[in-house]
């Protein structure tokens, strides 16, 4: 089959490998219809995330149809429409029995390399570094899905590709970034990032039942994008002195009940500590630019929540004690999927939720290494590339 593979930093290549095959009974095999570029992934293209190989497959958000079956799967069927979550989960453990899927105990065989730096092991991720399992990824023509009756998800009939493709990882880390907010009535929700899952937790927020949502980026297509399509309000940080300042004014002085960064640990900004952050990780000091997850931690009000999507490893000057001082609860993970895909999906089957608009451009597989050069690069307004294996 086909399949995208890392060859090193920022060398991507589309090449023939071996089709994935039946390793476990409760696998299942599925041929990919959609899946999509994810920011995440730049961390490692980038050579910021350790323990890549050259020749690993990537990708891991991703929809298909099921075409082989395990002897113990249960629940999914040849010809299913599934979507299929980032994470992979048994199910049976502690985490995955207290809604806890991306901690999952038992999907990560190679523990090791993750115990040093985290203490424990997490659940594995396809195509995403060998600390994460070493599991081959899904922009390809067919994937293996382990523990297919806990992790597969059946797509509604009618829902078009696009309106689901993004359940697989965006929306579920959007909602959840959302949901750790604890909105109540009335709440302002301000967040850093106006991408595909930025632009998910600002319309989470809503839906959860904030009054006010408050995007903050600095590329006007997707200001827009977060005004017309979700109804947020937005500033350009690029076009104003002080984000901290404008977000007091636009909320009487008292800052957002909550913040979330939804950037990561490739944030752009302005001033002196995104100049510092820019020296060190040149230097490999250390791997993050932290102005946005920052930035959020000084606005949010006093006794507020601090939700953080983005994904960091290393981060120096990290403002512990505006945190401590301010009373502020922080919340953090990666994404639950299996805990909110079967509400998301009856989201979408009554109408409430459409994520499609986040399909800005459309590749086959061959064509991937230029579509993710695009979203890299933000070429063309690209706020996230899809790639059709067909």
């Not at 023939?16 to 299942?28: M, Q």
């Not at 002897?71 to 806890?100: A, M």
């Not at 952050?277 to 009000?301: F, M, T, V």
């Amino acid at each position: 089959m086909r399949a995208l593979c890392w060859n090193g930093i920022n060398d991507l290549r589309v090449e023939t490998v071996p089709d994935p095959e039946i390793v476990n009974p409760h696998d299942v095999i599925l041929r990919v219809t959609m899946s999509t570029t994810c920011g995440s992934d730049l961390h490692f293209i980038d050579g910021y995330l350790p323990t890549m190989r050259e020749g690993d497959i990537i990708g891991h958000e991703f929809m298909g149809e099921v075409v082989e079956v395990g002897r113990e799967v249960k629940k999914v069927k040849k010809g299913d429409r599934v979507v299929v979550p980032s994470f992979i989960c048994c199910g049976n453990c502690w985490y995955c029995q207290h809604d806890l899927w991306s901690l999952c105990d038992n999907t990560n065989p190679k523990a090791e390399l993750q115990e040093p730096a985290f203490g424990y092991p997490t659940a594995g991720i396809y195509g995403y570094t060998h600390a994460f399992g070493g599991y081959a990824g899904a922009h390809a023509q067919y994937v293996r899905v382990p523990h297919a009756d806990n992790d597969c998800f059946l797509v509604p009939e009618g829902a078009t590709d696009e309106q689901i493709i993004f359940l697989s990882d965006a929306v579920p880390t959007g909602y959840m970034g959302a949901d750790f907010c604890n909105i109540h009535p009335g709440d302002t929700v301000a967040v850093w990032g106006c991408g595909g899952v930025g632009l998910m937790a600002m319309k989470s927020a809503f839906l959860l039942g904030a009054e006010r949502v408050i995007g903050i980026d600095r590329f006007p297509e997707r200001l827009k994008m977060a005004r017309e399509k979700v109804g947020a309000e937005t500033i350009n940080y690029a076009e104003v002195d002080s984000v901290l300042e404008l977000l007091k004014e636009l909320t009487g002085g008292r800052g957002p009940d909550a913040c979330i960064d939804a950037v990561g640990m490739e944030a752009h900004g302005t001033g002196a500590e995104y100049a510092y952050d820019r020296a060190k990780q040149a230097l490999h000091l250390h791997s993050d630019r932290g102005e946005a997850l920052r930035q959020a931690i000084r606005a949010c009000r006093k006794g507020g929540t601090l939700s953080i999507l983005g994904v960091y490893g290393v981060m120096d000057k990290f403002p512990i004690g505006v945190i401590m001082n301010k009373g502020l609860t922080v919340r953090t993970a990666q994404q639950h999927g299996q805990k909110y895909l079967p509400r998301l999906l009856e989201h979408v089957k009554r109408g409430e939720l459409d994520p499609s608009f986040l399909v800005t451009h459309r590749f086959s597989l061959e064509e991937a290494p230029r579509g993710y050069e695009m979203f890299k690069k933000k070429e063309d307004g690209c706020v996230r590339a899809v790639f059709l294996p067909s």
